[in-house]
Structures are given as C-alpha cells and as structure tokens.
C-alpha cells in the first residue's frame, strides 16, 4: 500500500488560506469518504483535526476544513496563524489497510 | 478523560528486543481497537496495525510481520508492542492511537505520547 502523496511543504503570511492537497487512488481516497488530517508540532504526538472528510472534533477551530474531489482531498486552513506552523499528515481507509500521506511542512511567514 | 500513556525511551543494541506499553485510562478499554504508528526520525507516520481490544485478534500492516507483535494485558488496560530482532532502521519513536469514537474508521482520536525505540551498538 503506497503512501498518500503531499506536497513537502507549503506557506503562507498570517491571515491568508492556504490549501495542502493529499492524492491517493480509488482503492482509498477515491473509494471512501474517510479521510482524516493531523497537526503534528515537533516532539509531540500528532492531533486530530479533521475526519471523515469534513468533520471537525470538538476543540478543533473553524479555520480548518476538508474537502475531497475525486481521488484527492485537500486541507485548507484559513486566517493563518504562526501557531498552525507544524507538520500535516492526511490518512484515509483503504479496505483492511490505513495509509498515510508523506507530510506537508507548513511555514506561517 | 481519555488518556494514552506510553512507557519510556529505549536504547538497544542490534539483534534485541523490545517491548512498548500503552496504558489506557479514562473509557472501557475493551471497546475500542487500539492502532500503533510508526514514525521514524524525520520521517512521516506509518500505519503498523491494531488489535482487537475485546477478542486480542492482532492485524498487521505490510512490512509489520514477522517481528513485531501486538499485545494486551486487559487487566490493567495497557497494549503493548513487541519487537524482536531489532535492526537500526527500526530506530524510531513508536505511537499507539485510539479512534475518535466507536464508529469512526482510521480516526485516531487519541494518541499517546510516544516513545522512541532507538537501535544502535
């Protein structure tokens, strides 16, 4: 089971949205509405912000959301604050499997 | 409150094992699966697998058989992760995660604190 292509890394000034996009294949992203999305700060574990393509647990700002589109869903994040800087995994269901995306570093300028 | 708390770093030599725990407070154990993830240093998350918290039944992700194992001890709540035949490209910190609630799928809700496996001589 390949990994979930990201990109590397993406940025934004504080204020502006940003997008990172995940791409996998119809056998996971384009087969389920069951992707989720994770903050990762360093030396910490990662957080939970988005699942089932959309959805935000409780805590999670309204400044995040998910979309998906065909077999890539996408992380977008608006009023960028220097406290979303972090590392972004996507993570879909892919039949017995769960994969994970490469990561994506965001930079706040 | 829903924690996950992981035991501490390790430093092993070369052809050795290890065991992870993760012992889980604050909801009935037995309800939820519990998954590991790997990430090693610098490296993204990877998916290691999960095990049946009720039945113990283990599934493991591709590239996770053989010598690494899953494992409970309901008794006090905790799971642990078992390697053996340590190799340095199993040098890495080591994360058990629980779904968000009892119908979400690949939703890791809760995470543990991680703990980092490092193999070296």
């Known amino acids: 089971q390949s990994a979930l292509t990201q990109p590397a890394s993406v940025s934004g000034s504080p204020g502006q949205s940003i997008t990172i996009s995940c791409t996998g294949t119809?056998?996971?992203?384009?087969?389920?509405?069951?992707v989720s999305w994770y903050q990762q700060h360093p030396g910490k574990a990662p957080k939970l912000m988005i699942y089932?393509?959309?959805k935000r647990p409780s805590g999670v700002s309204n400044r995040f959301s998910g979309s998906k589109s065909g077999n890539t869903a996408s992380l977008t994040i608006s009023g960028l604050q220097a406290e979303d800087e972090a590392d972004y995994y996507c993570?879909?269901?892919?039949?017995?499997?769960?994969?994970f995306g490469g990561g994506t570093k965001l930079t706040v300028l | 409150q829903v924690q996950l708390v992981q035991s501490g770093s390790e430093l092993k030599k070369p052809g050795a094992s290890v065991k992870v725990s993760c012992k889980a407070s604050?909801?009935?154990?037995?309800?939820?699966?519990m998954n590991w993830v790997r990430q090693a240093p610098g490296q993204g998350l990877e998916w290691m697998g999960w095990?049946?918290?009720?039945?113990?039944?283990?599934t493991y992700a591709q590239g996770f058989t053989g010598r690494f194992v899953f494992s409970l001890d309901t008794s006090v709540s905790t799971a642990y992760l078992h390697i053996s035949s340590l190799k340095a490209e199993d040098t890495a910190v080591y994360f058990c995660?629980?779904?968000?609630?009892?119908?979400?799928?690949?939703?890791?809700?809760?995470w543990g604190q991680g703990t980092l496996v490092t193999v070296s001589s």
């Open positions: 993570c879909s269901h892919a039949g017995r499997n769960v994969v």
């Open positions: 095990i049946n918290t009720n039945t113990g039944n283990p």
């Open positions: 089932e393509g959309n």
């Open positions: 119809s056998r996971d992203v384009g087969s389920y509405n069951l």
């Open positions: 604050g909801y009935t154990f037995s309800t939820y699966a």
């Open positions: 995660a629980r779904g968000l609630t009892m119908t979400t799928v690949a939703t890791f809700g809760y």
